[in-house]
């Protein structure tokens, strides 16, 4: 897996699955009876397994290649899209009036600044 996660942002993935539950299923393939390796989804897994998650759902794109597996790897984790600045700043303003700062920034990969930034909030 080519991403990273700091500290930061596995304890907010861990405050998003208290919050939400485990939502995104990982991605993976059959190496093995009863093994399976991971294609999108292997901080989702660490982070289950740090608070204590025994089972998470997956989905098994067996059979599949080394190759095309790689291939996956990559296009799961950035072909996600970009958010528009603006649609993003409506919809951190929207939460904004319904939470505080602090409450979303608990689960968001954001800081406050960045928060702030995003939403365009005056100084």
């Known amino acids: 897996n080519p991403n990273k996660m700091t500290d930061e942002e596995l304890d907010k993935e861990a405050a ?3 919050k939400f539950g485990f939502v995104q299923p990982i991605v993976a ?3 093995d009876q009863g093994l399976y390796q ?5 901080q989702r897994w660490k982070t289950a ?5 025994n089972e998470v759902d997956i989905y098994d794109i067996s059979p599949i290649g080394d190759h095309e597996a790689q291939q996956l ?3 799961l984790n950035e072909l996600r899209g ?11 303003k929207g939460l ?3 939470s505080t700062m602090d409450d979303l920034v608990a689960v968001m990969p954001l ?6 930034r995003a939403a365009k909030l005056p100084d």
């Open 16 to 18: 998003s699955f208290e």
């Open 29 to 31: 393939r059959s190496i």
């Open 38 to 42: 991971i294609i999108d989804g292997e």
């Open 49 to 53: 397994r740090r608070t204590g998650m």
């Open 73 to 75: 790897t990559y296009i």
């Open 82 to 92: 970009k958010p528009q600045e603006d649609r993003l700043a409506d919809l951190l």
């Open 96 to 98: 904004l009036a319904k």
């Open 111 to 116: 800081s406050k600044d960045e928060f702030a």
